[in-house]
């Protein structure tokens, strides 16, 4: 079975800083992946997703992520972190097809500091 | 337009009382789920219905039980309310089994006193 792993609880940045949340997955084969957002009192958005393709994946809010199969990570990035980016930060992690149900990580809180 | 919906946004209930969570997808999805998420945030997938059939039941206490009346409807009735059922609950749809991207609802806060 696939499981994901986000090593940082909390996260703190300041505003304009740059951002790396980390996330590392396990599972035999090429997995799909994904970022989700959850802002406070919010359901998760979709931030961006890796299939298959070009491993470094643009998404929304200008978040990228880049899929690096020799460490079974895709961390997310961004370059300067803006005030309204503090949430929570889900990675998950799939298979193709069958009773596909993703795996989610714990979450990374990322705090904004002024 | 409101793509994935649940009533209620909060509930605040006794123990021992029964209650539902609905929600409602209009973006022509095949496949929903129920996730129940901690207070550390921590998110358990519950059941997901593919065209409204059980496709996955997690193991999950049998006071809860899910029901979809129809594809873009999947409901969620808990008896015998406990306090550790206090959580917030999401509903969640995709376009079908294996489709990758889900659509999450706003979630419901449901707390047990």
């Known amino acids: 079975a696939q499981s994901v792993t986000q090593p940082d609880i909390h996260i703190t940045v300041s505003e304009g800083a740059s951002l790396e949340l980390r996330c590392n997955y396990s599972?035999?084969?090429?997995?799909?992946l994904f970022w989700y957002v959850q802002s406070p009192g919010q359901g998760l958005q979709l931030l961006l997703k890796y299939f298959s393709g070009d491993t470094l994946v643009q998404g929304i809010k200008g978040f990228e992520a880049e899929f690096k199969r020799s460490q079974s990570s895709f961390n997310l990035r961004k370059p300067s972190v803006h005030w309204s980016d503090a949430a929570e930060y889900f990675c998950?992690?799939?298979?193709?097809?069958?009773?596909?149900?993703?795996?989610f990580g714990r979450g990374t809180s990322l705090i904004v500091h002024p | 337009d409101t793509a994935v919906s649940q009533t209620p946004k909060y509930l605040v209930t006794q123990m021992g009382n029964d209650k539902s969570i609905k929600c409602e997808q209009n973006l022509g999805h095949d496949t929903m789920y129920w996730y129940k998420q901690d207070s550390k945030k921590f998110l358990k997938i519950m059941f997901s219905?593919?065209?409204?059939?059980?496709?996955i039941n997690e193991t999950v206490p049998n006071r809860f039980s899910p029901k979809s009346p129809d594809k873009a409807h999947l409901n969620l009735h808990i008896n015998s309310l406990e306090l550790g059922d206090s959580a917030v609950y999401f509903c969640?749809?995709?376009?079908?089994?294996?489709?990758?991207?889900?659509?999450f609802g706003p979630g419901t806060r449901l707390t047990v006193l």
């Open positions: 969640a749809s995709s376009l079908r089994q294996g489709a990758g991207e889900q659509f």
């Open positions: 599972y035999g084969a090429t997995p799909y």
């Open positions: 998950a992690v799939g298979v193709a097809g069958g009773s596909y149900i993703p795996t």
């Open positions: 219905y593919n065209n409204k059939e059980l496709i």
